[in-house]
């Protein structure tokens, strides 16, 4: 990788904000396509290089009622960037705030940002007044593009006089009548590889948001790895996948790798499992990626459904359980691409496809990634041995204003908060995350292996296990489930559960306290919010 010295950004906000050099992890770039020349912006390569190809008449976003030509999408991204840019006053650097769910004018605002040499803050939709207050402060944000839909929250966190332009409205001032009236071409902004051109926020599971930010390489970079030598796409794909834009996971899956190959992509706003099973049988998808909640919601229709064109399923997020592996490969023949990726890596880095799928394990070190498990002093344990996961690649952990930079990166690894065992064949066997290893009676039991039994019961429908503080044994394990509708356990339900579980794994990680709950406490992004199940 190249030296890059000189920086396109005007507004020079995200450059002063990095975490000084001494805290970055080691980046490493050891595959020949991640060699990326100096000056790169990473919306030319995903989108107008296809255009300049000949490609220009192939699909690439796709809905209900629409589908959108490579061609047209570049269109409506420069005349994006010229609104961006002529009406709003964008200087390259700017931070600008995206909001809605997935549709094809949130793919064209994102890319509107990148050409112009903008910072893209993608957000959930769902989020509210007080989030969004946080994201807008925290990221200096100048300007706002919205869903028509969702701007009440948006107008309530910022000050008067913000900048907001709403798309999808029937307006003269909506987006897509103002982006009618410019050019549909744009001179993109000769951004340099290193320029910031993206911030993922991420509370994780601790509520707590934060700004981790990437560089227009870390964009391609993703593709280039994962996607590249794991998922392996081709330009005859049709992805389709659950989360948000917003969400790094979606990113990738959603625009970032199907446009990579000059694949398309099917959007849905409200992708709810059997909305995604129903466009998978009536537009062929063939790349799916959603999280392992929605795998097993999907379990009892598989047999019937038709999956013809599917030939990928990725999951991510959370842990996925063997139970659920194994149920929709019996119920479809498919072997789930199961990986491990982090908002501070940006996208999978541990992962396996295919006949190098094993199932229970995450995988194996992506290509273009190196991973160890360690000791608590940063030194590599022996295979079979619980240790801390750390990583090293070509992306990495950089916090906005270097908050909380140490706790995640140590000695150039990228330390991600879990607990892993490496096998003798370099398969990654996920334990827990760091603090939802349970220590109970002096035994450590790792709250996921507990779930990945009670999910073994048909009456579980989910499952989240998290220590509490007992007196006599210094922690125990709690069980807190959602039963199946219908489902019936007889007249002691939380001992039933707990026999259940005893048959399964070891008698002493049987969980000492069951709770029966409708449903789980989750983010916007589908993962589980542990720490308020420790609370509650």
Same mark, same amino acid.
């Given at each position: 990788?190249?030296?890059?010295?000189?920086?396109?950004?005007?507004?020079?906000?995200?450059?002063?904000?990095?975490?000084?050099?001494?805290?970055?992890?080691?980046?490493?770039?050891?595959?020949?396509?991640?060699?990326?020349?100096?000056?790169?912006?990473?919306?030319?390569?995903?989108?107008?290089?296809?255009?300049?190809?000949?490609?220009?008449?192939?699909?690439?976003?796709?809905?209900?009622?629409?589908?959108?030509?490579?061609?047209?999408?570049?269109?409506?991204?420069?005349?994006?960037?010229?609104?961006?840019?002529?009406?709003?006053?964008?200087?390259?650097?700017?931070?600008?705030?995206?909001?809605?769910?997935?549709?094809?004018?949130?793919?064209?605002?994102?890319?509107?940002?990148?050409?112009?040499? #903008?910072? *893209? +803050?993608?957000?959930?939709?769902?989020?509210?007044?007080?989030? @969004?207050?946080?994201? !807008? /402060?925290?990221?200096? &944000?100048?300007?706002?593009?919205?869903?028509?839909?969702?701007?009440?929250?948006?107008?309530?966190?910022?000050?008067?006089?913000?900048?907001?332009?709403?798309?999808?409205?029937?307006?003269?001032?909506?987006?897509?009548?103002?982006?009618?009236?410019?050019?549909?071409?744009?001179?993109?902004?000769?951004?340099?590889?290193?320029?910031?051109?993206?911030?993922?926020?991420?509370?994780?599971?601790?509520?707590?948001?934060?700004?981790?930010?990437?560089?227009?390489?870390?964009?391609?970079?993703?593709?280039?790895?994962?996607?590249?030598?794991?998922?392996?796409?081709?330009?005859?794909?049709?992805?389709?996948?659950?989360?948000?834009?917003?969400?790094?996971?979606?990113?990738?899956?959603?625009?970032?790798?199907?446009?990579?190959? #000059?694949? *398309? +992509?099917?959007?849905?706003?409200?992708?709810?499992?059997?909305? @995604?099973?129903?466009? !998978? /049988?009536?537009?062929? &998808?063939?790349?799916?990626?959603?999280?392992?909640?929605?795998?097993?919601?999907?379990?009892?229709?598989?047999?019937?459904?038709?999956?013809?064109?599917?030939?990928?399923?990725?999951?991510?997020?959370?842990?996925?359980?063997?139970?659920?592996?194994?149920?929709?490969?019996?119920?479809?023949?498919?072997?789930?691409?199961?990986?491990?990726?982090?908002?501070?890596?940006?996208?999978?880095?541990?992962?396996?496809?295919?006949?190098?799928?094993?199932?229970?394990?995450?995988?194996?070190?992506?290509?273009?990634?190196?991973?160890?498990?360690?000791?608590?002093?940063?030194?590599?344990?022996?295979?079979?041995?619980?240790?801390?996961?750390?990583?090293?690649?070509?992306?990495?952990?950089?916090?906005?204003?270097?908050?909380?930079?140490?706790?995640? +990166?140590?000695?150039?690894?990228?330390?991600?908060?879990?607990?892993?065992?490496?096998?003798?064949?370099?398969?990654?066997?996920?334990?827990?995350?760091?603090?939802?290893?349970?220590?109970?009676?002096?035994?450590?039991?790792?709250?996921?292996?507990?779930?990945?039994?009670?999910?073994?019961?048909?009456?579980?429908?989910?499952?989240?296990?998290?220590?509490?503080?007992?007196?006599?044994?210094?922690?125990?394990?709690?069980?807190?489930?959602?039963?199946?509708?219908?489902?019936?356990?007889?007249?002691?339900?939380?001992?039933?559960?707990?026999?259940?579980?005893?048959?399964?794994?070891?008698?002493?990680?049987?969980?000492?306290?069951?709770?029966?709950?409708?449903?789980?406490?989750?983010?916007?992004?589908?993962?589980?919010?542990?720490?308020?199940?420790?609370?509650?």
């Amino acid at each position: 990788m190249k030296q890059v010295t000189r920086s396109a950004h005007v507004d020079t906000f995200t450059r002063e904000n990095l975490p000084p050099r001494a805290q970055w992890p080691e980046f490493l770039f050891t595959l020949p396509e991640l060699d990326y020349p100096s000056t790169l912006n990473c919306a030319e390569e995903l989108l107008d290089h296809h255009v300049e190809a000949g490609s220009g008449d192939r699909r690439c976003v796709v809905t209900e009622t629409e589908t959108w030509t490579y061609s047209e999408l570049l269109a409506r991204s420069n005349q994006v960037a010229h609104v961006l840019v002529q009406d709003m006053g964008l200087v390259p650097g700017n931070r600008v705030l995206l909001r809605g769910p997935n549709n094809p004018w949130l793919v064209a605002s994102w890319f509107g940002i990148i050409k112009a040499g #903008g910072v *893209a +803050v993608a957000t959930m939709p769902l989020l509210r007044k007080r989030e @969004l207050e946080a994201m !807008v /402060e925290i990221a200096d &944000v100048g300007m706002a593009i919205c869903d028509h839909r969702f701007t009440e929250d948006l107008e309530a966190a910022v000050p008067n006089g913000f900048p907001i332009v709403t798309y999808g409205g029937d307006g003269q001032d909506d987006l897509t009548a103002v982006a009618a009236r410019r050019s549909s071409t744009f001179t993109n902004v000769a951004t340099a590889a290193d320029d910031v051109c993206m911030l993922a926020f991420t509370s994780g599971t601790t509520g707590k948001p934060k700004a981790t930010m990437h560089f227009h390489r870390d964009v391609l970079a993703i593709a280039d790895t994962f996607s590249r030598r794991v998922l392996q796409p081709t330009a005859g794909d049709l992805f389709a996948a659950s989360p948000p834009l917003a969400f790094t996971f979606g990113l990738g899956q959603s625009l970032v790798f199907p446009m990579r190959v #000059g694949a *398309a +992509v099917y959007l849905l706003e409200q992708p709810s499992p059997a909305r @995604l099973l129903e466009a !998978v /049988e009536r537009h062929g &998808v063939t790349v799916l990626a959603t999280a392992p909640t929605a795998y097993r919601a999907l379990v009892p229709d598989l047999a019937s459904a038709r999956l013809s064109t599917l030939r990928a399923c990725v999951s991510a997020g959370e842990t996925l359980p063997e139970a659920t592996w194994t149920a929709v490969h019996d119920g479809c023949g498919i072997r789930i691409i199961d990986g491990i990726g982090s908002t501070e890596m940006l996208h999978i880095f541990i992962s396996a496809a295919g006949s190098e799928v094993r199932p229970g394990t995450t995988g194996r070190a992506v290509p273009g990634y190196v991973a160890e498990v360690q000791d608590p002093q940063g030194r590599p344990v022996p295979d079979g041995e619980l240790g801390r996961l750390a990583v090293k690649g070509p992306t990495g952990c950089r916090y906005l204003r270097g908050d909380r930079q140490a706790t995640y +990166v140590t000695d150039g690894w990228n330390i991600t908060g879990d607990v892993y065992v490496r096998d003798a064949d370099g398969y990654f066997h996920y334990q827990a995350r760091a603090d939802d290893m349970i220590i109970s009676a002096g035994y450590n039991i790792a709250g996921p292996e507990v779930e990945e039994a009670l999910l073994r019961h048909p009456a579980v429908a989910e499952a989240a296990v998290v220590g509490v503080p007992d007196e006599e044994r210094g922690m125990i394990v709690k069980a807190v489930v959602v039963l199946r509708p219908g489902a019936e356990l007889g007249p002691e339900p939380e001992h039933s559960l707990q026999d259940f579980v005893k048959s399964q794994i070891a008698p002493y990680k049987y969980p000492r306290a069951v709770e029966f709950v409708s449903e789980l406490p989750r983010t916007a992004t589908g993962k589980l919010q542990r720490f308020r199940l420790r609370e509650g």
